[in-house]
């Protein structure tokens, strides 16, 4: 029931609460379906490189939607492939093992699992929805939101309406308060700080200790499993940098801040690494002020579209994840793709909620067990010294030992089986499908009701006749 070129039949507004890569990619979506799109973002243009500060990995669910949308040789300037993963201990640097990517597996999840910097990605995203005719907004605080009226009010006191309004204004979000009544991510309690930084490549291949992190034949991401600690490190393109993730116990007391932009003093990240291997210890040395987050495991919100049915959310406003997870941005990426599947659909406004709500039937049970995963990866790589952690190591590295992945058998197999099952998920073929199963359904029984009433009232007609 789409129209020409899959554009929607009927074109209508779309407000977009947020310009992160969520919000983008939203913007992105919708224009491609032939919907008008204003994203506010907060930030203003010339800020936005300063806000972020690191890597960010997008596995193949997401790299296969971008490929889609065309965007796989932009990509290809500002990433890296990833072809292994090499695992070590936090304290010491003992290696646990190196799996290598399968080939033959990537190709089957129709994608690849790429790196790169988070301000290069917003980028490319930026450039994209303009080319494709959005709005984009920057230095818009929209400061409150009205679901039962549809629109939204800027620092400026400025009003603006639409007929959907999208919130995809991140973990603390505005639009999640007013459809749910309350903050959810400030009532989840810090169980880990996650500390982002980079280091630039060359310095790092200078380094006769370090060089190995760059050495063939494989591109590889770095985890290191610690005592209630972790670390992960990659490299990004665009730039040529190192991204560097740790996770550490939260410091009790403190007022964390939520959100991504707040630049901190690098001792800080330097005395909580805690009992670390030398060159970790090297690597933060030669980082840039890192920023501090809150890593939280939020539970799952039971509302994302506001009872007026023309209000939703999306990415970490409807779903947070824990701060660094390898899905945050694959997941609102996918929200976007899904949301304008379905409104490609779109003929009558009468459509708007149920589209709405059948998005958040789509995505809710696909993120909420991504979320899962993405909690029960982080408890796995910062289990604390026991037995089943001494289990675990001894485990990998007999798989290593004798020539097999370290992520094959034992406890790793069933988050290793996850993981196939997360990679090879299509966002955007789980929407078709819903559409041939349900969305079909639906109208045809909507359109049998009108003709049902238009056939009692030609009989009525009739009779009085
Ligand atoms: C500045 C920044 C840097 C990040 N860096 C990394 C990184 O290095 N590595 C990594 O793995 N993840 C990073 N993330 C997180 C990552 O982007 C998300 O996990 C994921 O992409 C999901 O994104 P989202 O669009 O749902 O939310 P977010 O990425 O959080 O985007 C939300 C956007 O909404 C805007 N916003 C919030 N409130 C309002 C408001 N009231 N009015 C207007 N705009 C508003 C915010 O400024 C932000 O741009 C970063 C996020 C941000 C915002």
């Not at 009544?181 to 200078?206: E, F, H, K, M, Q």
């Not at 990866?377 to 001894?394: A, I, V, Y």
Request: proline share 5%; with cysteine.
């Amino acid at each position: 029931m789409n129209g020409i070129n899959g554009k929607a039949n009927l074109s209508i507004d779309f407000l977009v609460v947020g310009g992160g890569i969520g919000g983008l990619a939203c913007a992105i979506a919708l224009r491609r379906v032939g919907h008008r799109v204003t994203v506010l973002e907060k930030t203003r243009d010339e800020d936005v490189a300063q806000m972020s500060h690191g890597g960010i990995r997008l596995p193949p669910n997401v790299a296969k939607i971008l490929i889609h949308w065309g965007l796989g040789e932009q990509l290809k300037q500002i990433a890296v492939t990833s072809e292994a993963i090499e695992l070590e201990i936090y304290e010491t640097g003992y290696l646990l093992g190196v799996h290598v990517w399968d080939e033959e597996f990537l190709k089957e999840t129709g994608g690849s699992y790429i790196f790169c910097h988070h301000v290069d990605l917003r980028r490319l995203l930026f450039e994209t929805a303009v080319s494709l005719g959005a709005e984009i907004r920057g230095g818009a605080n929209v400061v409150s939101v009205d679901g039962d009226d549809c629109h939204v009010k800027l620092s400026t006191g400025e009003t603006l309406r639409a007929d959907v309004i999208v919130g995809a204004d991140g973990r603390s979000s505005l639009i999640q308060r007013e459809i749910v009544g309350y903050d959810v991510y400030a009532s989840t309690p810090c169980s880990s700080l996650l500390y982002n930084t980079t280091v630039p490549g060359p310095l790092i291949r200078a380094d006769p200790e370090l060089s190995m992190f760059y050495k063939k034949p494989y591109t590889k991401l770095f985890v290191w499993f610690g005592n209630g600690r972790s670390a992960m490190g990659y490299p990004i393109g665009g730039k040529d940098e190192f991204a560097l993730h740790f996770w550490v116990p939260p410091s009790s007391g403190e007022d964390e801040p939520d959100h991504w932009g707040s630049e901190i003093d690098m001792s800080e990240m330097r005395r909580q690494l805690g009992e670390c291997e030398p060159r970790l210890v090297k690597l933060v040395s030669m980082g840039s002020p890192p920023v501090r987050v809150p890593t939280k495991n939020v539970p799952p919100i039971e509302d994302w579209v506001h009872d007026e049915g023309r209000m939703v959310m999306i990415g970490e406003a409807a779903h947070p994840l824990p701060a660094g997870s390898i899905q945050g941005a694959a997941l609102a990426v996918e929200d976007a793709a899904v949301l304008a599947k379905l409104f490609s659909h779109l003929i009558s406004e009468d459509q708007i909620p149920s589209f709405l709500y059948a998005f958040q039937d789509l995505r809710e049970g696909r993120c909420a067990s991504v979320i899962a995963s993405e909690q029960g990866n982080l408890t796995f790589q910062m289990m604390p010294k026991c037995e089943q952690q001494e289990q675990r190591d001894k485990h990998m590295r007999a798989k290593y030992d004798a020539g097999e992945s370290p992520l094959a058998g034992g406890d790793a197999a069933e988050q290793w089986e996850m993981l196939k099952e997360l990679f090879g998920y299509d966002a955007e073929d789980e929407a078709d499908d819903w559409w041939v199963k349900w969305g079909v359904l639906r109208e045809r029984a909507k359109q049998r009701a009108m003709d049902n009433d238009m056939e009692a009232q030609m009989n009525g007609l009739v009779m009085c006749h």
